[in-house]
């Protein structure tokens, strides 16, 4: 089993910046591949950008270009840097952790993002 710890979620204003933490509760942390998702009132669960073992990343086009995905290994934490916030980016954010080889999955509990002014 593996707990995903998010932070990092509040209110800003349009422009503004947030940045997101996903910290795994076990070790083989390069052994997951990390993604974050987004869910707002009233919509599906949608991808927002996802990083491989091996650091390699991937961005929805709604938000290429404005937020980063990155991953450090010693700290078991994925990180989301999302700049140039819009208020449509609002939503709860979730961390998603697949362990490779296996079927496993695990999401955390999700952190709120508002933007409005």
């Known amino acids: 089993q593996v707990q995903l710890v998010e932070s990092g979620g509040g209110l800003v204003q349009p422009g503004g910046s947030l940045n997101l933490s996903c910290t795994a509760s076990r070790s083989s942390f390069n052994n997951y591949a990390m993604g974050w998702y987004r869910q707002a009132p009233g919509k599906q669960r949608e991808l927002v950008a996802t990083?491989?073992?091996?650091?390699?990343?991937d961005y929805s086009d709604s938000v290429k270009g404005r937020f980063t995905i990155s991953r450090d290994n010693a700290k078991n934490t994925v990180y989301l840097q999302m700049n140039s916030l819009k208020p449509e980016d609002t939503a709860v954010y979730y961390c998603?952790?697949?362990?490779?080889?296996?079927?496993?999955?695990?999401w955390g509990q999700g952190t709120q993002v508002t933007v409005s002014s």
């Open positions: 998603n952790a697949h362990i490779l080889y296996t079927t496993s999955t695990y």
């Open positions: 990083v491989t073992s091996g650091g390699t990343t």
